[in-house]
């Protein structure tokens, strides 16, 4: 069974950063993609940012520019930076790995954005 652990979640003001970790248990390099969601309270869960394993990635129009994917092979860690926070951020995040199997989700961590 593959664990995901996230870490990295916390309050922070308007404009400010955060780094998102998710560490696997699993070499990164057998995932077919891995992601991050979002659900905020009261929304359904969003696709923040998602990268293929031939390193394709893609971002939610309203993360562009502003949050970042990449991944540590040598760690099995797949990081999300979130640069120019704002309140419309706040959420819930959990990280998503895909295998030739099925998919498996982190417990998410908390962001908060508020001043």
């Known amino acids: 069974q593959v664990q995901l652990v996230e870490s990295g979640g916390g309050l922070v003001q308007p404009g400010g950063s955060l780094r998102l970790s998710c560490a696997t248990s699993?070499?990164?390099?057998?995932?077919?993609?891995m992601s991050w969601y979002r659900q905020a309270p009261g929304q359904q869960r969003e696709l923040v940012a998602s990268?293929?394993?031939?390193?394709?990635?893609i971002y939610a129009s309203s993360v562009r520019g502003r949050f970042a994917l990449s991944t540590d092979g040598a760690e099995n860690t797949l990081y999300l930076d979130l640069n120019t926070l704002k309140p419309a951020d706040t959420a819930i995040y959990y990280c998503?790995?895909?295998?030739?199997?099925?998919?498996?989700w982190g417990q998410g961590t908390q962001v908060t954005v508020s001043s």
């Open positions: 998503k790995t895909r295998d030739s199997e099925m998919d498996y």
């Open positions: 699993k070499k990164i390099f057998t995932f077919i993609s």
């Open positions: 990268m293929t394993g031939g390193g394709t990635t």
